[in-house]
């Protein structure tokens, strides 16, 4: 009697369990759906629901039936990006509402079960989904966009702040010249941006000690032949022109100032521009594989272009670009002044994933989810950057001349009056979207000169010299 009583029990809990399975993809099913047509209507172009699924089996990723999967969970983690208020809680309420407005009943809005499936998400994948959506935007189709018929990259790094956390503290250890228990965690970022839609192609993270240079090796093979980098001093040596030059990829960077040069030798195209030849520096740089160093060549035949720089404003008077672009006929001086002034555009872009996506500040407590967030901000960086390619192609213009803060402002608007709307009004609300987006065009003002001053007072308060603890003691013996 015992036995089959004990048995009933069992069979009781199995069928409950698949009933509450059954429940929880009934209710992952109908968020997949109210995302695809809120999140993944704008993005539709570079990141469908199909790719998701593509990704996932490529990565080897395989998930149990559960109401946050990996397509819902990131696509909640991406409007919890793009939203001023990036709490959990936002991000729950959102999805307890898309339930709600489907008629289901009231879940929980515990925050648990969102913030253990945004820990199972695979780093790796949400990497390749940065890459992927970048190479998209890379693929320019209108010719206007391209500098002189060539795509053009342009690399640039900062660095950015985290949780102050034991576990933060062992990968990205706060900079040396701050007490213990008063500063926070600190990574150094580079990344990798399409110059025509100001997409990331790829980018890496690290702790402050490696440098820019080596992450920046690490972006070559995210190149196509045929195409200009372009950067600042730093990523101008000759082992690296020499990599990227064998792999097709053609760049321009800033003379380092330890380089001299002499324009009165070497073949004179103009004044101040000439081809010279570089031999191959004995000592291998720092991080560079030796064997790959012993594999370039002993000579590299580069050009010198030196340009003047008298707009107000600018700190720098006289640049000296080397490149391999030899050709002065196909490439002015003119055009190489020009094209490393759009070197800015890096800088702008990191301001808007710093500032306007708040990735200045990572507010993950450990080293793989604060890896994840940064992740996850680039790709909301690109999807936003592709609603801006969209919009220029129907509508005349160029995407980064679009304003990216009004972009964000009408996507997080418009996405939840899709979200709502039926099948044939869901398409109209998308293309009226386009049309807003084509319409935030950006004033022309390139030597705009604002000085680096502050107007609001800070509050008069000391600095933070010892840990937090330490005060708490010192008021409690007071």
Not at 177 to 190: D, E, H, S, Y
Not at 264 to 272: H, P
Not at 296 to 324: A, H, I, N
Request: charged fraction near 25%; hydrophobic fraction near 40%.
């Amino acid at each position: 009697m015992k036995e089959n009583t004990s048995k009933s029990e069992k069979h009781q809990e199995k069928s409950s369990s698949q009933r509450g399975r059954a429940v929880f993809t009934s209710f992952a099913s109908l968020l997949r759906e109210k995302f695809q047509n809120s999140m993944g209507l704008p993005f539709a172009a570079v990141l469908p629901e199909s790719e998701l699924e593509k990704t996932l089996k490529e990565e080897g990723i395989s998930y149990r039936k559960r109401l946050f999967c990996p397509i819902v969970t990131l696509w909640g983690w991406l409007s919890q990006v793009l939203d001023p208020d990036k709490s959990c809680k936002k991000a729950v309420s959102r999805v307890v509402a898309y339930l709600i407005d489907l008629g289901q009943p009231l879940p929980s809005t515990d925050t648990g079960a969102y913030c253990k499936a945004r820990k199972r998400l695979a780093v790796n994948w949400l990497l390749g989904l940065v890459r992927k959506t970048g190479n998209q935007l890379h693929q320019v189709s209108e010719p206007h966009w391209l500098w002189c018929g060539r795509r053009v990259a342009v690399v640039d790094g900062s660095t950015l702040l985290m949780a102050d956390t034991p576990q933060n503290q062992a990968p990205f250890p706060q900079h040396k010249k701050q007490a213990k228990g008063c500063g926070f965690p600190i990574a150094r970022i580079a990344a990798l941006f399409g110059l025509a839609t100001g997409g990331v192609l790829d980018a890496a993270i690290s702790a402050l000690s490696i440098g820019e240079v080596n992450l920046f090796r690490g972006f070559f093979k995210r190149l196509l032949p045929g195409d200009v980098v372009i950067g600042e001093a730093m990523f101008g040596s000759y082992a690296d022109i020499a990599l990227l030059l064998a792999t097709g990829v053609d760049s321009g960077f800033r003379l380092h100032s330890r380089r001299k040069t002499d324009f009165r030798r070497g073949k004179r195209l103009g004044r101040y521009d000439h081809i010279v030849s570089w031999q191959k520096p004995k000592q291998c740089p720092a991080g560079l594989c030796r064997r790959k160093f012993d594999t370039l060549p002993e000579q590299l035949m580069v050009r010198e272009v030196r340009f003047q720089v008298s707009d107000p404003g600018f700190r720098t008077r006289q640049v000296t670009l080397v490149t391999t672009l030899l050709d002065a006929k196909a490439y002015p001086k003119a055009a190489l002044a020009a094209l490393y002034r759009e070197r800015w555009q890096a800088e702008i872009s990191l301001r808007h994933l710093k500032t306007r996506l708040q990735m200045e500040f990572l507010t993950s407590k450990t080293p793989d989810m604060v890896k994840k967030e940064f992740y996850v901000h680039l790709l909301a960086y690109n999807l936003i950057r592709s609603v801006q390619k969209q919009a220029a192609e129907q509508h005349g213009g160029k995407p980064t001349l679009l304003s990216f803060a009004a972009t964000v402002q009408h996507v997080a608007i418009f996405s939840t009056l899709i979200a709502s709307a039926i099948n044939g009004r869901r398409h109209q609300l998308y293309l009226l979207l386009l049309v807003l987006v084509a319409t935030e065009q950006l004033h022309c003002r390139p030597n705009r000169y604002e000085p680096r001053v502050k107007k609001r007072r800070p509050k008069p308060y000391r600095w933070m010299k010892k840990p937090r603890k330490d005060y708490h003691r010192q008021q409690q013996k007071s």
